[in-house]
């Protein structure tokens, strides 16, 4: 099986990927992991790509067609992928058919987590961690037990993201529209896209995504 998730940062898509990969065995193409670990290990992909970012530049649709082709050959036949943060432009998605053809495969979902807005910027800004082992908590959410103490490990020194804030997350959503709008159209004249409410718990999400893929 071979699934798109979408949706704008925030809206979980790491974290049901995860599960897929937990409950399915399917492995999560991200393509920025996979431009790391490309880079890190020195493939001929990853050395290009890492000339292109050492000149300052964006790296191209090619480069990163290629990672996705070298992995997916890495992974066999059998191992269903999740593609997370592309395809986001209408290019990527016709290069996206075009790779899996190659390799007898075809995309059999593009499931997006719908958000609203508002509340994602509410979800998002009030996050934060224990400094000490990362555990997350939320200003409105969740919140230690006793104020001003890790729950886990009884810290009492917390952090934020520095990205966590009102304009960036804005900025993103717009983004996200912007990219992601255009390439649903072919989608869903091909009957693939299916909408979950990406605000719900995190486990009605998993379960609604589950539905979606049984049938």
């Known amino acids: 099986m071979n699934i798109i998730l979408l949706g704008p940062p925030g809206a979980g898509k790491g974290t049901q990927a995860q599960r897929l990969v937990e409950r399915h065995g399917m492995r999560q193409l991200s393509t920025g992991d996979m431009l790391r670990a490309a880079v890190k290990a020195e493939t001929p992909v990853g050395l290009q790509a890492k000339a292109v970012m050492e000149r300052g530049e964006l790296v191209s649709d090619e480069i990163v067609s290629a990672l996705i082709g070298e992995e997916l050959d890495a992974m066999g036949a059998d191992v269903g992928a999740i593609f997370d943060g ?23 979902h593009v499931i997006e ?13 009030g996050r934060y961690t224990c400094a000490s082992c990362g555990k997350g908590y939320h200003d409105t959410f969740e919140q230690p037990r006793v104020p001003g103490t890790c729950d886990k490990c009884g810290s009492t020194e917390f952090k934020r993201r520095p990205d966590d804030n009102e304009e960036t ?19 869903e004249a091909r009957g693939l896209v299916s909408r ?20």
């Open 196 to 215: 979950v409410d990406g605000m719900a718990d995190m486990d009605d999400v998993t379960a609604a995504i589950e539905r979606l893929i049984a049938d």
């Open 169 to 187: 997350v804005r900025t993103r959503m717009a983004e996200y529209r912007a990219k992601t709008a255009p390439i649903l159209p072919g989608y």
């Open 86 to 108: 592309y395809p986001r432009t209408e290019a990527q998605a016709g290069s996206l058919d075009s790779i899996l053809a190659a390799r007898g495969r075809s995309l059999d």
């Open 113 to 125: 987590l719908a958000v609203d807005e508002d509340a994602l910027v509410e979800r998002i800004t």
